[in-house]
């Protein structure tokens, strides 16, 4: 089995290998990768897990182990364990959520298996390379800072929000709660109720056919933290009678922007959809090349993100300053989008 290539000595084969130019490597030169995924709840996830997959292919020269934790923290951590027992050479997390790694990665350190953390973060331990992944409260800011404008603009003085949550504890759904809440409160707005939708669309339907009974005729806001909450938000609202979208009574705003949910907006459902990257795989590729030159990656690397809308919700806002750039929703930009 392949471990560190510090400690790998360079055989007749690899050299005949390389002699003869590229050759398929032998299943004891791909590098081992173990990947423990959240699971499959979204769009995002799926794209996410499809980049993945793509890149540490076995024409890559990788062998990846991957296991679809199925959102069950248990089940992740067990995966990680699997992946130390197999003595793989890098183990990718994407922590389902942010708290309770710092034994099971202290375990990763002393089998001399670096971990590198894609997606969302890792807050109660440093026992890894790198992370790749976004920038969570940004996000969440940058939908708050919009919705402010965008109220203006359209003279809503009143803002009455309902907020879907992700799954509770997921540094998405921390960094995005935390932001859009830090803009209600300096602006007065009234956060009506936060309920954790699981990121799921059953989970967004759910919660929000609770809230329309609830909160009936109070709320012109309604958050998801993700576009499949947001599909199920959308049909509750339709049972209900309720309007959305840039011609409707309530302003619905997402977040993920992936192809379905721009597809919402350009159908004038969604109003603003804030997206979040899934394709860093690449980059956790670059990550793991580094190591394997014996160079020393970034710890943080940053997924470049944009905000989506229609002509109707390009308003000028800033986040801490810095001016921010709606992007208008295509059917070109929908074909290029995850
Ligand atoms: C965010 C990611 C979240 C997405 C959801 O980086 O972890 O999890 O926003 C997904 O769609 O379920």
Not at 60 to 69: A, E, P, Q, T
Not at 156 to 185: C, P
Not at 242 to 268: M, Q
Not at 327 to 334: H, K, S
Request: glycine content about 8%; charged content about 25%.
């Amino acid at each position: 089995m392949r471990k560190s290539v510090f400690g790998a000595c360079v055989t007749v084969s690899m050299i005949a290998g390389l002699a003869v130019g590229c050759m398929t490597a032998s299943a004891d030169e791909l590098i081992n990768v173990g990947f423990a995924q959240v699971g499959h709840e979204s769009d995002w996830r799926t794209a996410s897990t499809k980049s993945c997959q793509d890149v540490f292919s076995e024409e890559n020269g990788y062998n990846l182990s991957f296991v679809d934790c199925d959102n069950d923290e248990a089940a992740q951590k067990e995966a990680v364990r699997s992946f130390i027992e197999q003595e793989v050479d890098y183990i990718i997390i994407d922590p389902i959520i942010a708290t309770g790694w710092d034994t099971v990665l202290t375990e990763c350190e002393d089998a001399g298996i670096p971990v590198i953390v894609i997606d969302r973060t890792i807050d109660d331990s440093d026992k890894y390379v790198s992370w790749v992944g976004s920038n969570f409260k940004t996000e969440g800011l940058a939908a708050g800072e919009w919705l402010k404008a965008y109220a203006e603009k359209k003279g809503i003085e009143e803002i009455n929000a309902l907020v879907i949550s992700g799954s509770t504890g997921a540094s998405a759904q921390i960094g995005r709660s935390d932001g859009f809440r830090e803009v209600a409160e300096a602006n007065g707005w009234n956060i009506l109720d936060e309920q954790t939708g699981d990121f799921t669309e059953a989970g967004g339907q759910e919660v929000m056919e609770s809230y329309c009974k609830s909160y009936e005729g109070k709320f012109n806001v309604v958050v998801c933290q993700n576009d499949n909450e947001a599909f199920g938000a959308m049909t509750a609202m339709d049972n209900a009678g309720v309007s959305y979208g840039p011609n409707g009574d309530v302003i619905l705003i997402s977040f993920d922007a992936c192809t379905a949910g721009l597809e919402d907006v350009k159908a004038e459902k969604i109003t603003a959809d804030f997206e979040c990257n899934p394709l860093a795989a690449p980059f956790v590729e670059e990550v793991i090349q580094q190591l394997e030159a014996g160079e020393e990656p970034e710890k943080e690397v940053y997924m470049v993100e944009h905000w989506y809308g229609l002509e109707d919700a390009v308003v000028d806002f800033e986040i801490d300053g810095e001016a921010q750039e709606m992007t208008v929703v295509t059917d070109e930009v929908i074909e290029a989008q995850y």
